[in-house]
């Protein structure tokens, strides 16, 4: 039995399932930039909760949308965020949600995170979020502006506000979550499902409304209760879609099947990196990518990330990475060490701990404790931590390349070495970036640095 928090009931919840079966809705990436470090923390609980409840005998559905359209940016300037980026670059906008799409599913094989069971596109589920809108039209929920928009009514709904505890009469005009072009509608904690077109001429469609495109709260309810059957067990996301997305997402859902739809919320705490918020203007968004052209291996991420609880925010930083990129070079070579059998032995200790929401930083003194114990025998190490690895995802049994360097190798870390001595951190990181691309990677610790093959 897995529990895990819930955001909704605030207390620890055994996860419901359903016959063995439980359905499970990660909200997506939208798609007009790569994910980030932080992005990737989120849709990594996501994840980790699939595969606890796999290892303990559940059958696990995974839906998780791609938003290409309608997620407008929460500055004043309420633009779509796809259409923004294509004029950055100069590109059709569905050419940018491709590109980003294919590079967020990259990311997601790099850091061994499974695929959904399906990604839904919105920009290809027009049809069903038109049918939904129609639905709360009816059900009286909604209403259609003479502008050609549709908005949800929140007064509508009396349990408005129960996940975040934005209550409506707490909720001002003029809040923050407003967006600029929402002119004509009749409250202001109401939230446009359809937007009519006015002067926008890409990313637009026919609805019974006039023409126009689709709001990005709306996209999650249609998806979900088609996709998963009206029976939503678990919905997971980051800690800032509980309000306004998932109040609003509820409320639309609620509306529509006329009980909870969503049984349980799971939210995960944001991910800072050096301290700070990642964000363009500050310049410190880092990806994947990033950690590769270091020379670290992407699974150090995967493991940084898992050192730290959930539901605690996080601060990320270059030597933890580097910390985690020995840590998995130490367990691969002692892996490899302690034999070639590929049985696995549950540990009593880390099944409870992840049981009880989530507790990776406890599963992993454990294995370190276990690594230590000199009262365990090899054979059981390795069974032990190849049991966890199904939990964990970090390719514990990956073979350590243990070929020589070559003359060229050797001399370069030299000349890095050197560098670092003398403070010459540009020259440092340039020869670092050369050695990544003859597959050496560089980690620095207190005696130094020290590399291995990529
Ligand atoms: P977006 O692509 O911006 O729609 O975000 C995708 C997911 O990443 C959402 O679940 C967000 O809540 C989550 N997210 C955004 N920023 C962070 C962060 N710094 N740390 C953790 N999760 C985040
Ligand atoms: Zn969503």
Excluded at 67 to 81: C, I, Q
Excluded at 370 to 383: F, G, P, T, W
């Amino acid at each position: 039995m897995i529990a895990i928090y819930d955001t909704l009931t605030r207390g620890l919840k055994e996860v419901p399932h359903v016959e063995n079966s439980v359905n499970i809705y990660c909200c997506g990436p939208t798609v007009y930039r790569d994910a980030h470090v932080g992005n990737l923390r989120t849709f990594l609980l996501a994840d980790l909760i699939v595969r606890a409840l796999k290892l303990d005998g559940r059958q696990v559905k995974l839906i998780q949308n791609i938003t290409d359209v309608g997620h407008m940016s929460e500055d004043f300037t309420g633009e779509d965020k796809l259409l923004s980026q294509a004029q950055l670059e100069k590109r059709d906008p569905f050419e940018i949600a491709r590109k980003y799409e294919e590079r967020f599913h990259q990311d997601l094989a790099r850091i061994n995170i499974f695929p959904a069971d399906a990604y839904p596109r919105a920009s290809e589920t027009i049809d069903l979020m038109l049918q939904t809108i129609a639905q709360l039209i009816a059900s009286g929920h909604a209403y259609a502006t003479e502008l050609g928009s549709v908005y949800f009514d929140a007064r509508s709904v009396e349990s408005y506000g129960a996940i975040s505890g934005n209550k409506l009469d707490s909720l001002k005009p003029g809040h923050r979550f407003e967006y600029s072009d929402e002119g004509d509608k009749r409250f202001h904690a109401d939230w446009a499902l359809w937007k009519t077109a006015g002067n926008r001429t890409e990313m637009v469609w026919d609805s019974p409304w006039g023409k126009g495109f689709p709001g990005w709260h709306i996209e999650c309810t249609a998806m979900s209760l088609k996709l998963l059957d009206e029976r939503i067990d678990l919905h997971v996301g980051g800690i800032d879609l509980r309000f306004p997305h998932h109040e609003n997402e509820r409320a639309q859902s609620n509306s529509i099947i006329g009980h909870e739809a969503v049984k349980m919320w799971v939210h995960g705490e944001h991910l800072l990196f050096e301290g700070r918020k990642m964000s363009k203007s500050a310049g410190n968004v880092v990806l994947v990518q990033d950690l590769i052209e270091r020379g670290l291996d992407p699974l150090s991420l995967r493991l940084s990330l898992l050192e730290n609880r959930y539901r605690s925010q996080m601060d990320l930083t270059w030597a933890s990475l580097d910390a985690a990129n020995t840590t998995l070079r130490r367990w691969r070579t002692n892996l490899a060490s302690w034999g070639e059998s590929m049985d696995q032995i549950e540990d009593s200790e880390i099944t409870g701990a992840i049981a009880k929401d989530l507790d990776t930083p406890r599963v992993l003194l454990r294995l370190r404790a276990i690594e230590k114990d000199s009262a365990i025998s090899v054979e059981v190490k390795r069974a032990i931590f190849l049991k966890a690895d199904l939990l964990l995802g970090l390719d514990l049994d990956r073979a350590i390349e243990d070929r020589p360097l070559t003359a060229d190798q050797i001399s370069l870390l030299q000349s890095r070495a050197q560098a670092r001595q003398s403070k010459n951190w540009s020259e440092s990181d340039r020869l670092r970036d050369l050695l990544a691309s003859t597959g050496v990677a560089i980690s620095d610790g207190p005696d130094g640095q020290s590399w291995s093959w990529i």
